[in-house]
Nanobody
Framework: QVQLVESGGGLVQTGGSLRLSCAVS????????MGWFRQAPGKEREFVGA????????YYADSVMARFTVSRDNDQNTGYLQMNNLKSEDTAVYYC?????????????????WGQGTQVTVSS
């Protein structure tokens, strides 16, 4: 039904910014929630933020709340993760995900569709 493709990752210096994109195909995400997660080597996948596709309500992990912004463009059928003031601990593979409900879940178990991930590396 839903296919997700992340892009925009790369190498950035501490304090820099990146914007990740999540292109959606298969259907529009009306009634869905899009979540963003990240996973560093040797660590569990952790929640970053989520957005309701209709209405745009958002929810963030405490670790990124003041620095990251989740949004979506309904016309382009694309979600975004704006990452500002990046720190070394932000280095990870970032994934977008979707589920056919409006709850802003922080658990990866609640998401049915996943992108392939995009690497973000923050260097000194």
């Amino acid at each position: 039904q839903v296919q997700l493709v992340e892009s925009g990752g790369g190498l950035v210096q501490t304090g820099g910014s990146l914007r990740l994109s999540c292109a959606v195909s298969g259907r529009t995400l009306s009634g869905y929630t899009m979540g963003w997660f990240r996973q560093a080597p040797g660590k569990e996948r952790e929640f970053v933020g989520a957005v309701r596709w209709s209405g745009g309500s958002t929810y963030y992990a405490d670790s990124v709340m003041a620095r990251f912004t989740v949004s979506r463009d309904n016309d382009q059928n694309t979600g975004y993760l704006q990452m500002n003031n990046l720190k070394s601990e932000d280095t990870a593979v970032y994934y977008c995900a979707a589920v056919a409900r409006t709850g802003l879940s922080k658990s990866n178990r609640d998401y049915d569709y996943w992108g392939q991930g995009t690497q973000v590396t923050v260097s000194s």
